[in-house]
C-alpha cells in the first residue's frame, strides 16, 4: 500500500476486500461472534493507526496474522476460555464445507478448540483460508517443516478426539 493515495480509502478497500475473511478466522477462532466481530473491528483500527507499508499481494496476510495475534491474546484470557468454552460453536465452518451434519460440525469445531493455538492457527489458515504450507510459514515466521508437523500431529490429535467422541470415550 503507497501512502502516496488517500490512506483512509486504502483501509476502506481492504475492509469491503478482506473483512470477511478475517471476521471468518476470528469467529473459527474464538466461537464467539461478537468477540470476532470485535477483532475484525480491531484489526483495522490497528491498520489505520500504524499505516505500514505493505507490499502489493501481501494485505491479506498481514491483516490475518493480526487477527490472529488479537485472537491468541483473547484466547489466552481466562475470562474467555470460561466463555467461549462454554458456549455451543454453530455455523463456524464455511458454508462450501462439504460435512452437512451439525452435530458433526460441533464435534469438529470443539475438537479443533482441543488443539493447542499454534496448532488450532495452521489448521485455519491451511483448512480454511487455503494457505499452503511455504504461505503459512512465512506469515507465521517458522519453518515449513514445523507447519507440516503441526498439521500432521493436529491431524493425529483430531482423529483421536473425534473417536473419543463417537465412541463415547
Request: glycine content about 8%; aromatic content about 8%; some cysteine.
Amino acid at each position: 500500500m503507497s501512502h502516496g493515495e488517500d490512506y483512509a480509502t486504502q483501509v476502506e478497500a481492504l475492509y469491503r476486500q478482506y473483512a470477511d475473511d478475517v471476521l471468518r478466522v476470528s469467529y473459527f477462532y474464538l466461537g464467539d461472534r461478537g468477540k470476532a466481530e470485535d477483532v475484525t473491528q480491531d484489526v483495522f483500527i490497528r491498520l489505520m493507526e500504524n499505516q505500514p507499508v505493505l507490499k502489493a499481494g501481501s494485505e491479506k496476510s498481514w491483516l490475518l496474522k493480526v487477527a490472529l495475534n488479537l485472537c491468541r491474546d483473547l484466547w489466552r484470557s481466562a475470562w474467555a476460555r470460561r466463555v467461549i468454552l462454554g458456549s455451543k460453536k454453530l455455523e463456524i465452518l464455511p458454508a462450501h464445507d462439504d460435512i452437512d451434519n451439525r452435530l458433526e460440525k460441533e464435534a469438529l469445531m470443539q475438537a479443533i478448540h482441543g488443539l493447542p493455538p499454534e496448532v488450532r492457527e495452521v489448521f485455519i489458515l491451511f483448512y480454511y483460508q487455503g494457505y499452503g504450507i511455504e504461505d503459512i510459514a512465512a506469515m507465521l515466521e517458522v519453518p515449513a517443516g514445523t507447519i507440516a508437523s503441526q498439521l500432521s500431529r493436529g491431524r493425529k490429535k483430531l482423529k483421536v478426539m473425534l473417536e473419543e467422541e463417537t465412541t463415547g470415550g
